[in-house]
């Protein structure tokens, strides 16, 4: 087998049952490999220590999650890659937000006209949900007493229930409330 054709292998692989985003990711980390493999129709049994020092050498400028995705892909077709190590990553450090910050905020967003940022940052915050999630549901997963996230618009693919805390029951209320009027969709589809 070939460079170029173990790494195609090892996309597909890699990529059943994920989410599109995470094909898409996965190519990228494909199309690093053939782009800085010196000949991908190199034999993969050939493949040295040596090839393998000097093909990191080419890819040491990428991030450390992008490099730890290529040393992966690379462990798992490359007999000459077993001594590759992975980058840390670092995680950056951010500033917790209090609670006198966090109502001046909500304050802020509540001024302007003609926008209901407060009602969504209200929602995010008391639901925990992602963007793309909140984005992706539908008036049919708010039950009574908790949010039902459905398996498919979750991140991780698990579905997983919401409890209703801190006021969300009036948030939720009031989304419905501005749904219900032509032209202020929200984060929450109509069926």
């Given at each position: 087998?070939?460079?170029?054709?173990?790494?195609?292998?090892?996309?597909?692989?890699?990529?059943?049952?994920?989410?599109?985003?995470?094909?898409?990711?996965?190519?990228?980390?494909?199309?690093?490999?053939?782009?800085?493999w010196p000949d991908?129709?190199?034999?993969?049994?050939?493949?040295?220590?040596?090839?393998?020092?000097?093909?990191?050498?080419?890819?040491?400028?990428?991030?450390?999650?992008?490099?730890?995705?290529?040393?992966?892909?690379?462990?798992?077709?490359?007999?000459?890659?077993?001594?590759?190590?992975?980058?840390?990553?670092?995680?950056?450090?951010?500033?917790?937000?209090?609670?006198l910050a966090f109502n001046r905020l909500?304050?802020?967003?509540?001024?302007?006209?003609?926008?209901?940022?407060?009602?969504?940052?209200?929602?995010?915050?008391?639901?925990?949900?992602?963007?793309?999630?909140?984005?992706?549901?539908?008036?049919?997963?708010?039950?009574?007493?908790?949010?039902?996230?459905?398996?498919?618009?979750?991140?991780?693919?698990?579905?997983?229930?919401?409890?209703?805390?801190?006021?969300?029951?009036?948030?939720?209320?009031?989304?419905?409330?501005?749904?219900?009027?032509?032209?202020?969709?929200?984060?929450?589809?109509?069926?």
């Amino acid at each position: 087998m070939k460079v170029y054709q173990a790494v195609e292998q090892w996309r597909g692989l890699a990529s059943i049952g994920k989410k599109p985003r995470t094909k898409h990711y996965h190519a990228e980390i494909a199309g690093i490999i053939r782009k800085n493999w010196p000949d991908s129709g190199q034999a993969v049994a050939t493949i040295t220590p040596a090839d393998v020092t000097a093909f990191v050498v080419r890819i040491a400028h990428y991030s450390a999650p992008r490099f730890n995705a290529v040393v992966s892909a690379l462990k798992s077709f490359a007999p000459g890659a077993s001594h590759l190590k992975r980058r840390p990553v670092k995680v950056k450090e951010r500033a917790e937000i209090n609670q006198l910050a966090f109502n001046r905020l909500l304050v802020e967003c509540d001024k302007g006209e003609r926008t209901h940022a407060g009602l969504i940052v209200r929602f995010l915050a008391h639901t925990g949900l992602r963007i793309n999630e909140a984005r992706q549901l539908r008036w049919t997963d708010v039950q009574p007493d908790c949010i039902y996230v459905p398996g498919q618009i979750a991140k991780n693919g698990k579905p997983r229930r919401i409890p209703f805390v801190n006021g969300i029951a009036d948030v939720l209320a009031r989304l419905r409330a501005l749904d219900a009027r032509p032209g202020l969709g929200f984060c929450l589809k109509r069926v």
